[in-house]
């Protein structure tokens, strides 16, 4: 077995390590969500239209699905100190960018270049947390871990609230740079390089381009079904082309690459593929909770831009909470025990949800059901990513991170779009499709498939070996 090369650099205390690499985990996710309270703003002053201001958010989560494998491999074979620092070079001068964009397709440009920067640096800080953390100490850093990205999701729509209302929605961009500065200077002070000493210096970008392309086709063809419609030639073109990128994909991993994106011997591992497609799951009815409920505050609540950001505190403080409790008894009594009760409280949540009304309150049809989920969300995402990391090589953990964190990214970038897609269909049923009724219906329905998604993500995760996670007495 190959083992890691290491070159002696200044030694640190582990909370700075785990520091560094929640910091720059909790900045990637927080651009997933935090332009949504944003858009609204971004559309008048750039003068876009609303199809474009979609792809504000779908630009940064196609490219950051596309290369995170390409990232997790990158971690493995340069090192995880340059790759951490490279990403987040990426990712700080995209974020200036998008800042300081002045149309709609510079920041739709810039937000891509911004995804791959981002691809780069998520799986380099879970790689960073795997090799230093050992035995009992890791499921705790992994649920700090887990807790800062889950708790990126909804202090997004927090501190874009409080950024757009109260300075601009550039800010949004711009919160970046010194949390990007902060992260860099500390990972070039205290972070020693370690990569797998054997891994060839080649990266597979032709499988990380077809995949991406993959995904935007078929994601392209669903959005656009509002004007085309499912059966259209124009729909079935699209998703036929995503097929065959899709097919290439998985030809060119498989027979043509020497050194492929995905080695499809790393899903040997039935827990690891287990956790990737319960990860895909609830990835993907967690991501269109935020934007459903961004717009519901703001087109049915009334909210202003700072109240929006607001109301999602108590979700951002019950993942947090879920994700402690998590690590602290993952030891104790294994994953899936803990995927059994987080998948029901979701799903028990989006149920309830989804009974929402037009003339429903915050307090009285919002506040308990997003509480429920966002805990079962913290509850979720520290043992999928034990369950993920638990039977690999460590010299494949960036390989390991990268797959779970694509099968997030991917899950919530065809979830927005599908469900997007179908309460549109929805509320255009309607003679008045702009009234409050009508959109509450869209909404009610996206939640409703939500349940359905998360209750299926609860049978999936049956699956996964009964002692992963667990640790044995002798």
């Given at each position: 077995?190959?083992?890691?090369?290491?070159?002696?650099?200044?030694?640190?205390?582990?909370?700075?390590?785990?520091?560094?690499?929640?910091?720059?985990?909790?900045?990637?996710?927080?651009?997933?969500?935090?332009?949504?309270?944003?858009?609204?703003?971004?559309?008048?002053?750039?003068?876009?239209?609303?199809?474009?201001?979609?792809?504000?958010?779908?630009?940064?989560?196609?490219?950051?699905?596309?290369?995170?494998?390409?990232?997790?491999?990158?971690?493995?074979?340069?090192?995880?100190?340059?790759?951490?620092?490279?990403?987040?070079?990426?990712?700080?001068?995209?974020?200036?960018?998008?800042?300081?964009?002045?149309?709609?397709?510079?920041?739709?440009?810039?937000?891509?270049?911004?995804?791959?920067?981002?691809?780069?640096?998520?799986?380099?800080?879970?790689?960073?947390?795997?090799?230093?953390?050992?035995?009992?100490?890791?499921?705790?850093?992994?649920?700090?871990?887990?807790?800062?990205?889950?708790?990126?999701?909804?202090?997004?729509?927090?501190?874009?609230?409080?950024?757009?209302?109260?300075?601009?929605?550039?800010?949004?961009?711009?919160?970046?740079?010194?949390?990007?500065?902060?992260?860099?200077?500390?990972?070039?002070?205290?972070?020693?390089?370690?990569?797998?000493?054997?891994?060839?210096?080649?990266?597979?970008?032709?499988?990380?381009?077809?995949?991406?392309?993959?995904?935007?086709?078929?994601?392209?063809?669903?959005?656009?079904?509002?004007?085309?419609?499912?059966?259209?030639?124009?729909?079935?073109?699209?998703?036929?082309?995503?097929?065959?990128?899709?097919?290439?994909?998985?030809?060119?991993?498989?027979?043509?690459?020497?050194?492929?994106?995905?080695?499809?011997?790393?899903?040997?591992?039935?827990?690891?593929?287990?956790?990737?497609?319960?990860?895909?799951?609830?990835?993907?009815?967690?991501?269109?909770?935020?934007?459903?409920?961004?717009?519901?505050?703001?087109?049915?609540?009334?909210?202003?831009?700072?109240?929006?950001?607001?109301?999602?505190?108590?979700?951002?403080?019950?993942?947090?909470?879920?994700?402690?409790?998590?690590?602290?008894?993952?030891?104790?009594?294994?994953?899936?025990?803990?995927?059994?009760?987080?998948?029901?409280?979701?799903?028990?949540?989006?149920?309830?949800?989804?009974?929402?009304?037009?003339?429903?309150?915050?307090?009285?049809a919002i506040l308990a059901p997003s509480i429920i989920c966002a805990f079962a969300m913290g509850l979720l995402f520290t043992p999928l990513a034990t369950a993920a990391t638990a039977k690999v090589e460590r010299s494949d953990a960036g390989l390991a991170s990268g797959v779970l964190n694509t099968a997030r990214q991917v899950g919530g970038s065809i979830s927005l779009a599908v469900l997007g897609t179908i309460a549109a269909d929805r509320?255009?049923?309607?003679?008045?499709?702009?009234?409050?009724?009508?959109?509450?219906?869209?909404?009610?329905?996206?939640?409703?498939?939500?349940?359905?998604?998360?209750?299926?993500?609860?049978?999936?995760?049956?699956?996964?070996?009964?002692?992963?996670?667990?640790?044995?007495?002798?």
């Amino acid at each position: 077995m190959s083992q890691p090369a290491t070159t002696t650099h200044r030694h640190a205390p582990d909370w700075v390590i785990l520091t560094m690499a929640c910091l720059a985990q909790f900045m990637v996710v927080l651009d997933v969500s935090i332009v949504n309270v944003a858009l609204p703003s971004m559309q008048r002053d750039l003068h876009f239209s609303m199809s474009s201001a979609q792809w504000v958010v779908n630009a940064y989560v196609l490219t950051f699905a596309g290369f995170l494998l390409l990232g997790g491999r990158a971690a493995d074979i340069f090192g995880r100190r340059r790759v951490y620092l490279s990403g987040l070079g990426v990712f700080v001068i995209a974020s200036i960018g998008a800042g300081f964009a002045a149309t709609g397709g510079q920041i739709v440009a810039v937000r891509a270049l911004q995804g791959i920067g981002g691809a780069i640096l998520s799986p380099a800080t879970l790689t960073i947390i795997v090799t230093t953390f050992h035995g009992t100490r890791l499921p705790k850093a992994i649920g700090v871990w887990s807790a800062t990205a889950g708790a990126g999701g909804a202090v997004g729509g927090l501190l874009g609230g409080i950024l757009t209302g109260w300075a601009s929605w550039r800010w949004v961009f711009f919160i970046n740079v010194p949390i990007g500065i902060v992260a860099a200077v500390v990972a070039a002070m205290y972070l020693r390089e370690m990569r797998n000493r054997d891994a060839a210096v080649k990266l597979d970008v032709t499988g990380a381009a077809l995949v991406t392309s993959a995904l935007a086709t078929l994601i392209y063809g669903v959005v656009n079904t509002p004007n085309e419609g499912w059966t259209s030639a124009t729909t079935m073109s699209w998703f036929l082309a995503g097929a065959v990128l899709l097919v290439s994909f998985i030809f060119w991993e498989s027979r043509v690459a020497s050194h492929p994106l995905v080695p499809f011997r790393i899903f040997k591992s039935r827990s690891l593929s287990v956790a990737n497609l319960v990860m895909l799951l609830v990835g993907g009815a967690f991501f269109a909770m935020w934007y459903f409920l961004t717009f519901y505050y703001q087109y049915i609540l009334g909210y202003d831009a700072v109240k929006t950001g607001f109301a999602f505190l108590p979700m951002a403080l019950s993942i947090i909470a879920g994700a402690q409790i998590s690590s602290r008894i993952l030891a104790k009594v294994g994953v899936r025990p803990l995927l059994f009760v987080g998948a029901t409280m979701a799903t028990l949540g989006f149920a309830w949800i989804s009974l929402i009304q037009d003339h429903s309150t915050y307090l009285g049809a919002i506040l308990a059901p997003s509480i429920i989920c966002a805990f079962a969300m913290g509850l979720l995402f520290t043992p999928l990513a034990t369950a993920a990391t638990a039977k690999v090589e460590r010299s494949d953990a960036g390989l390991a991170s990268g797959v779970l964190n694509t099968a997030r990214q991917v899950g919530g970038s065809i979830s927005l779009a599908v469900l997007g897609t179908i309460a549109a269909d929805r509320t255009a049923t309607f003679v008045n499709p702009h009234s409050a009724t009508a959109l509450v219906s869209g909404y009610q329905r996206a939640f409703q498939i939500s349940a359905a998604i998360t209750a299926l993500a609860l049978v999936t995760s049956l699956a996964l070996p009964s002692a992963t996670g667990k640790r044995h007495s002798h």
